[in-house]
């Protein structure tokens, strides 16, 4: 299985990303799709996941409004829109799959990661 992550970048603060995260090795549909981030000297924190139907959309508090997470599965390619980036969105992403009937935003549910893109905002 491999994830791979890309998209990330500098922006200023206000600015947009969209990252990607292509997918193989592993039926795409079978699995819940995520998102979580880790900024320098914190720890992992969720950010958005598609639920364990596969189309229930969840976000991090802090994200909600400015970040969408969608997909395509004819690409295997999960995608996160990230808008009206502020300098406390700076972070390395990772995006991250788990079986679907697991929970969406405890990082231990997610069996595959990618290996990170990293985003920095600047102010």
């Known amino acids: 299985v491999q994830l791979q992550a890309s998209g990330g970048g500098l922006v200023p603060s206000g600015g947009s990303l969209r990252l990607s995260c292509a997918a193989s090795?592993?039926?795409?549909?079978?699995?819940?799709m995520g998102w979580s981030r880790q900024a320098p000297g914190k720890e992992r924190e969720f950010v958005a996941a598609f639920g364990w139907n596969g189309d229930s959309t969840y976000y991090a508090d802090f994200v909600k409004g400015r970040f969408t997470i969608s997909r395509d599965g004819a690409k295997n390619t999960v995608y996160l829109q990230m808008n009206n980036l502020k300098p406390e969105d700076t972070a390395d992403y990772y995006c991250a799959a788990r079986a679907r009937a697991l929970g969406i935003s405890a990082a231990g549910n997610y069996a595959y990661w990618g290996q990170g893109t990293q985003v920095t905002v600047s102010s």
């Open positions: 090795g592993l039926t795409f549909s079978s699995f819940g």
